[in-house]
T-cell receptor, first 113, second 112 residues
Framework: DGGITQSPKYLFRKEGQNVTLSCEQN?????MYWYRQDPGQGLRLIYY???????QKGDIAEGYSVSREKKESFPLTVTSAQKNPTAFYLC????????????FGSGTRLTVV | DAKTTQPTSMDCAEGRAANLPCNHS???????VYWYRQIHSQGPQYIIH???NNETNEMASLIITEDRKSSTLILPHATLRDTAVYYC?????????????FGKGTKLSVKP
């Protein structure tokens, strides 16, 4: 079955450490996205990518980095520069940026300890 | 992209229709209305979208007013599993961003 997979589901990180969240899709979608969700809030866009080797900053890109070396993969690194990294992170994909029928992964809950 | 306004929360009795309103009074002619829902601690799930005409699929119906300033998502026979946060989003395919912007949505509680 086609879908989008995020791993791990839960992640704990010590302050000052970088951590990378995985996102893989087998839907042959060109566009991929990373969102952050805080308790009781909507989703905020971190980064998005329309095509391999290209990505753009979203609304809250500071303290995060991404890469898009393969169409299927769009990993997100939460760096030590991110001041408040504890959150629920969601990855999504769509056939192209201009199509709103996003498919979401099940999310990674990151906790800084 | 147009801003959307939704009630913070709603209740619905199991088996009854759930009607979730959304106001998008500043929507432009090329903006679609999308609906997603998010069950606690899961990724959002696409429900339905439309431009002008009413739409129906196996999950829900979408009624868009003639002036397109508001819409209603209808779950015809709500079940306990429909308890979730429902997001109404206006998406401009031609916009510079063209990305979905999620607000706080409506928390729907379906009660036995």
């Amino acid at each position: 079955d086609g879908g989008i997979t995020q791993s791990p589901k839960y992640l704990f990180r010590k302050e000052g450490q970088n951590v990378t969240l995985s996102c893989e899709q087998n839907l042959n979608h060109d566009a991929m996205y990373w969102y952050r969700q805080d308790p009781g809030q909507g989703l905020r866009l971190i980064y998005y990518s329309q095509i391999v080797n290209d990505f753009q900053k979203g609304d809250i890109a500071e303290g995060y980095s991404v890469s898009r070396e393969k169409k299927e993969s769009f990993p997100l690194t939460v760096t030590s520069a991110q001041k408040n990294p504890t959150a629920f992170y969601l990855c999504a994909s769509s056939p192209s940026r201009r199509q709103g029928g996003y498919t979401f992964g099940s999310g990674t809950r990151l906790t800084v300890v | 992209d147009a801003k959307t306004t939704q009630p913070t929360s709603m209740d619905c009795a199991e088996g009854r229709a759930a009607n979730l309103p959304c106001n998008h009074s500043t929507i432009s002619g090329n903006e679609y209305v999308y609906w997603y829902r998010q069950i606690h601690s899961q990724g959002p799930q696409y429900i339905i979208h439309g431009l002008k005409n009413n739409e129906t699929n196996e999950m829900a119906s979408l009624i868009i007013t003639e002036d397109r300033k508001s819409s209603t998502l209808i779950l015809p026979h709500a079940t306990l599993r429909d308890t979730a946060v429902y997001y109404c989003i206006a998406l401009n395919y031609g916009g510079s961003q063209g990305n979905l912007i999620f607000g706080k949505g409506t928390k729907l509680s379906v009660k036995p």
